[in-house]
């Protein structure tokens, strides 16, 4: 029960979680609350950085890897790691890829804690085969031509009893996830092709599901193993085998891959209007969301919220920073007395009104420009509270003293540029063939030029906005696509046109 991680942890317990396949956005929410309450993690190597950066700063971080392990059993060297870490009273989460009951050598760990008197519980997490589906759009099953769906490994233990019984896999009315099938893709696809499943099976394969260096593909079951020695899948991966598969890899951007510089969590609309094009959408953040230098202004003008008559967020981001520090003085939407909120975009208006606020303002164009002429011919004299980044532009702020408003400035959050690329990330952009990078302020210019240098000139920049664009030229680049609105909408659309 999720109440032992609220609580002093039992003696002798063990907590398995499902760390899914990869994006820390595909945890389950129980699954991050045993993360946040553990004492020590014991994860596998293929856990990614993204949900490792979950763990408390507090909590001890132990890494099994099987190939380091000279054991014969190395799944019963863990189990008794397991069975002494929770003996000593601590809370044990043993993190595993996908679903810990799924493929995970599960049972050669549980037999240790079972001997020892260890009470164990279990999280789930998204298994490889329904992340694939997801990534790929497309259906695992079909009421006309797929009533199953069969997990089956691709790579079977030495001297298992009953071998896998290709004979009826090959004719069951359904769909085959194959799971770490990669390595051994030769011989389990002979065998269904001798047991009689056409060769003109589709095959579906999402290599690195989730993480930033994602493939995915298709092909047949005939030339699948002639296609994975080309291609190089690496692992892990899933193949999905079945005649119910329809990936939504066709479309405009077939063929692209897309660089997604936003901060890591603001990628996922843009990925979403972009892959049912075709495009491969590449998560590469070059700036990340850090707190201001100091709360002092904000929560300064948090205490003085009333005596305002406008609150302007210039970003999402803003309005979090704003919520949190709101409710850390213990303060509502009361506080607000009369002030009337605007925002600078959609995106920004949808998340004060998801924190129960009203947007009494949104500009025709989503900039700074754009603020300006909404609040253009007020009577001077009113009080404004601009809630912005550290080092975001100051032309709402100039524009409004000019026209004789009160204003004052603060900020909720600053952006940092990202230091390096992860080897993984320089991995696929170093196999990239045809290459958009989106890029959506300032800021992530400025990032992007020092990460990515003269590999800049050969790719395709897509620009949210002039304002962003005119910091492009600034360093002598010149964008292919530029959004008529800043929005993800606006740039997706932009990018699938100039294609």
């Given amino acids: ?51 490792l950066a979950l763990i408390p700063a507090t909590a001890e971080r132990i890494c ?76 695992l099953t079909s009421r006309g031509r797929a009533s199953s769906l069969t997990l089956v490994t691709g790579h079977e233990a030495r001297g298992k009893e009953g071998p896998i019984d290709f004979q009826s896999l090959a004719h069951l009315p359904g769909t085959l996830a194959v799971y770490m099938g990669v390595e051994q893709v030769a011989e389990w696809s002979r065998q269904l092709l001798t047991a009689g499943r056409p060769g003109s099976t589709p095959v579906a394969v999402v290599s690195r599901c989730s993480w ?22 690496k692992s892990p991966a899933m193949l999905l085998v079945g005649s119910v598969l329809q990936p939504r890899l066709g479309g405009r951007l077939r063929g692209c891959r897309v660089l ?5 969590g603001q990628e996922h609309e843009l990925a979403r209007l972009l892959e049912p094009e075709g495009a491969e959408c590449l998560s590469v953040p070059v700036i990340r969301i850090a707190e201001p230098a100091s709360w002092e202004p904000l929560d300064a003008a948090i205490g003085r919220l009333d005596t305002y008559d406008w609150v302007v967020f210039a970003s ?21 007395g009369t002030a009337r909120l605007a925002a600078i975009g959609p995106a920004t208006r949808e998340a004060l009104e998801a924190s129960g606020f009203v947007c009494d303002r949104v500009p025709e164009r989503f900039s700074s420009e754009g603020l300006v002429a909404a609040f253009a011919g007020l009577p001077p004299g009113g009080r404004f509270l601009l809630v912005r980044a550290e080092e975001g532009r100051d032309l709402l702020r100039r524009s409004l003293e000019s026209a004789g408003q009160q204003v004052d400035e603060v900020a909720a959050y600053q952006s940092l540029p990202v230091s390096h690329l992860s080897s993984a990330t320089e991995a696929a952009i170093a196999g990239a063939g045809d290459t958009w990078i989106t890029v959506t302020s300032g800021r992530i210019v400025e990032a992007t030029t020092r990460l990515f240098g003269d590999r800049l000139r050969r790719w395709r920049i897509a620009s949210l906005s002039p304002v962003t664009t005119e910091t492009l030229r600034r360093f002598g680049l010149e964008p292919a696509a530029e959004a008529g609105e800043a929005t993800a909408a606006g740039l997706a659309r932009a990018i699938i046109e100039a294609r």
């Avoid at 039992?10 to 991050?32: E, I, Q, W």
């Avoid at 045993?34 to 004492?39: G, N, R, S």
């Avoid at 920073?321 to 506080?335: C, I, M, N, P």
């Fill in 1 to 51: 029960m999720l109440s032992r991680l609220d609580s002093s942890p039992a003696t002798h317990s063990v907590l398995f979680v499902g760390a899914g396949p990869g994006a820390a956005d595909l945890l389950t929410v129980r699954a991050a609350s045993a993360l946040a309450a553990a004492d020590v993690v014991v994860h596998d190597r293929l856990v990614s950085e993204e949900v």
């Fill in 64 to 139: 099994v890897d099987r190939r380091d392990l000279s054991d014969a059993d190395p799944g019963r060297t863990t189990g008794e790691l397991l069975a002494e870490l929770a003996a000593a009273g601590r809370r044990v989460v043993r993190l595993k890829g996908g679903d810990p009951t799924v493929f995970a050598r599960l049972e050669e760990e549980l037999e240790p804690l079972q001997r020892a008197g260890v009470d164990v519980e279990f999280v789930p997490g998204i298994t490889a085969a329904l992340a694939a589906a997801a990534a790929l759009g497309t259906p």
């Fill in 212 to 233: 930033p260096d994602q493939r995915l593909a298709t092909c047949t079951l005939a030339d699948c193993a002639a296609v994975a020695e080309r291609e190089g899948w």
């Fill in 260 to 264: 997604l510089t936003r901060p890591e």
């Fill in 316 to 336: 999402s981001y803003g309005v979090r920073g704003f919520v949190d520090r709101l409710a850390a003085a213990r303060r509502d939407g009361r506080a607000l």
